[in-house]
């Protein structure tokens, strides 16, 4: 938090939810040639079961493609669970694409998916 990373969403006084958002691309994932510097990374979303439904992780999602466009940056990107494919439909869901999937034997993430902010040409 000291950071300006991980920030906390709140509903009548109460934390309801949480996400990271940082330019730390994960590089068991995302290769040079993906261009990690063109893009911000959503890392622990998580929402609150009393918030469940009401949209929350949907405004998380748009306030963070919202962050990395003011930040002159090309894609919001993420990674998920390889074997959680309501998760994947979920972000699809969000106007986020699958990149591709990963699959490290150590890692249960590996699903790659991300989210164009802006084209190349706008703001660079």
Known sequence: MERGECFLAYRTGEPI???TVD?????EFWEP?????????????????????????????GWAVDRAAAAGKRFLRLDAWKTNPGLHL????????????VDLPHRSSGALFERVVQSPSCGR
């Open 17 to 19: 939810a949480t996400l």
């Open 23 to 27: 330019e730390q691309a994960d590089p």
């Open 33 to 61: 040639g993906d261009r990690p510097d063109e893009a911000l990374y959503v890392h622990r979303m998580a929402v609150s079961r009393k918030a469940a439904g009401r949209d929350v992780g949907a405004q998380l999602l």
């Open 90 to 101: 979920y972000y699809l869901g969000q106007g986020f694409v699958l990149v591709r999937v």
